[in-house]
């Protein structure tokens, strides 16, 4: 192996250590990782100099003699960004090493059957802003991540109904007015599952549902997300539950989203919150809207977890504020449909993050490739 290589392993190897063991001395450092203490020390001083790690306080740590100083991870100069294009809105967020989010950014806006440049071009402008406030903090952006909702190959996103677009090449038309060094496009609910890992529930399996105005589902194995052989795994919303149902606009009849997508839900209400308010109050058509979603969820999620058998099912998105009512529903289904093939029905449980799954996921992402790789992404 070459000098340069067995380098940016090793600082991957201490980060890596750091991130998930850490604070630690580099006496520990050393023991954890089978290097010695002078290599230890040499890149330590290294990730101290790119500002991805900071010294302090002492700790003895088990350690015989002097106290050690103890090394974390470092949120002050190394950041992420993340950024979202959804039916109804834009999002760009910030969040630095220690997966602590530093700026939040979200623009209104009615995005359906649009023009890709208008809409890439109001990102652009959004993210602009959100990062020149970012390096005034003294924040370095290493990377990008765009959330979108649909399937994406080799940065290709080939439909996204609601939008009107197909095959846009977006990383091309989004053209960053700032250079990041890692650029990468994926599928929303993807990012979302993948969101729920780092920042939210921390099971490593599970089935992520993004209820938006499309439905998606991101299938995380062993803390990875599974995408299928062209990106396209995990479009639940276009799962058949009535083959005779109204047209979508998939082409298709009777998927998922006609049933329980967020225009579905809301019928003639106005928004989410509105629709939790009449839910709270017992409103009779909004109780029997989230019903009929529960119960077309149920049986969508009854052939998943035939296909997949998840262990748990996260319900995110705009499924996460009208939770309570959407999991007896869709429970009941999967108990009455799953009958005697499984013991006991996958959990359902309700997303930690919420509305902030994918864009959380999209800055993630590119923080575990700082990680998994600080001298590429840092430039050490």
């Not at 996460?320 to 093939?341: H, V």
Request: glycine content about 12%.
């Amino acid at each position: 192996m070459r000098h340069d290589s067995m380098r940016a392993r090793n600082l991957a190897v201490v980060l890596g250590e750091i991130r998930d063991a850490g604070p630690l001395t580099r006496a520990a450092l050393a023991e954890r990782t089978g290097l010695t203490k002078t290599t230890v020390s040499k890149l330590v001083s290294d990730l101290l100099d790119a500002g991805v790690v900071a010294e302090n306080g002492a700790v003895r740590d088990g350690e015989r003699g002097r106290p050690g100083v103890a090394v974390r991870l470092s949120g002050h100069r190394v950041a992420t960004l993340g950024l979202e294009i959804n039916v109804d809105y834009l999002a760009v967020c910030v969040v630095d090493l220690t997966l602590a989010v530093r700026l939040r950014r979200t623009k209104w806006a009615g995005n359906r059957d649009s023009r890709p440049e208008h809409i890439l071009g109001e990102l652009r402008s959004l993210a602009e802003s959100v990062v020149a406030e970012a390096e005034a903090a003294g924040l370095r952006i290493s990377g990008a991540a765009l959330a979108v909702p649909g399937p994406v190959e080799h940065g290709l996103l080939r439909t996204a109904p609601h939008l009107g677009w197909r095959d846009v090449r977006v990383a091309d038309l989004l053209d960053l007015p700032f250079k990041v060094d890692d650029f990468e496009v994926d599928n929303e609910a993807n990012l979302a599952a993948l969101g729920e890992l780092w920042f939210g529930s921390g099971a490593r399996d599970f089935l992520y549902v993004s209820g938006e105005i499309g439905i998606g589902a991101g299938l995380v194995v062993d803390g990875s997300v599974f995408r299928g052989t062209y990106g396209l795994a995990g479009e639940l919303g276009h799962v058949v539950v009535e083959p005779d149902g109204p047209a979508c606009r998939c082409g298709g009849r009777g998927c998922l989203e006609v049933y329980a997508g967020q225009d579905a839900l809301l019928g003639k209400v106005g928004s989410i919150p509105e629709l939790v308010a009449r839910l709270e109050a017992g409103d009779p058509a909004a109780l029997a809207a989230c019903d009929r979603a529960g119960r077309a969820l149920g049986l969508a999620l009854t052939s998943a977890v035939h296909l997949l058998d998840p262990g748990m099912i996260v319900l995110g998105g705009v499924f996460a504020p009208l939770f309570p009512w959407l999991e007896e529903p869709a429970g009941e289904t999967l108990s009455t449909r799953l009958g005697q093939m499984r013991r006991t029905p996958p959990r359902l449980a309700v997303s930690a993050i919420g509305a902030d799954a994918a864009i959380l996921g999209a800055a993630g992402l590119v923080i575990q490739r700082v990680v998994a790789d600080p001298a590429r992404a840092l430039g050490l």
